[in-house]
T-cell receptor, first 113, second 113 residues
């Protein structure tokens, strides 16, 4: 059973609009939750890292939230741009176990003009 | 800094052939990882290393081998290629455990026919 579930699997949004991506996880106890952006044909790039005690973190137009009680996180993209077209991957770090990470399958976002 | 460099970018192998995927980082990171990414799936950990001379198996190590003779290099060896090893392989590195960002290379796309 996948320990990190992301939704929606894919979405198409108009340039300039906002969108929110969801991540639910079952990893417990966890150390931190990360969001990565992966452009087609490239490796993932870190957007945010939140520890279990943080509930929001921003990186430019990207804002991640974390609710450790309900084991949910979201990534909000504000005023989307064509360059935001990518896969967004939610990653949860186990608190014990040599920095083991559980990866979600990603949210595929396509921004159209 | 070049970051994490992977070579080759693409490779086609015949069943039973061997090859080494190269990975090098110039950030003096202790932790290094090999992942594979299959279409529609989350990244799966193959092997990891917490320092020179130390390696350990991840979730899907069968059919692969690694070595870590220096801090900079972490090659991944496929001894007898099988079609199931067709995938995109990513090498990643991290300065230390816990809340450090993971830096990825741009991947090696391997096809075994």
């Amino acid at each position: 059973k996948n320990q990190v579930e992301q939704s929606p699997q894919s979405l198409i949004i108009l340039e300039g609009k906002n969108c929110t991506l969801q991540c639910n996880y079952t990893v417990s106890p966890f150390s931190n939750l990360r969001w990565y952006k992966q452009d087609t044909g490239r490796g993932p790039v870190s957007l945010t890292i939140m520890t279990f005690s943080e509930n929001t973190k921003s990186n430019g137009r990207y804002t991640a939230t974390l609710d450790a009680d309900t084991k949910q996180s979201s990534l909000h993209i504000t005023a989307s741009q064509l360059s935001d077209s990518a896969s967004y991957i939610c990653v949860v770090s186990f608190r014990y176990g040599n920095n083991r990470l559980a990866f979600g399958k990603g949210n595929q976002v396509v921004v159209i003009p | 800094n070049a970051g994490v460099t992977q070579t080759p970018k693409f490779r086609i192998l015949k069943i039973g052939q061997s090859m080494t995927l190269q990975c090098a980082q110039d950030m003096n990171h202790n932790y290094m990882y090999w992942y594979r990414q299959d279409p529609g799936m989350g990244l799966k950990l193959i092997y990891y290393s917490v320092g020179a001379g130390i390696t350990d198996k991840g979730e899907v190590p069968n059919g692969y081998n690694v070595s870590r003779s220096t801090t900079e290099d972490f090659p991944l060896r496929l001894e007898l290629a099988a079609p199931s090893q067709t995938s995109v392989y990513f090498c990643a590195s991290m300065y230390r455990g816990d809340n450090s960002p993971l830096h990825f290379g741009n991947g090696t796309r391997l096809t075994v026919t």
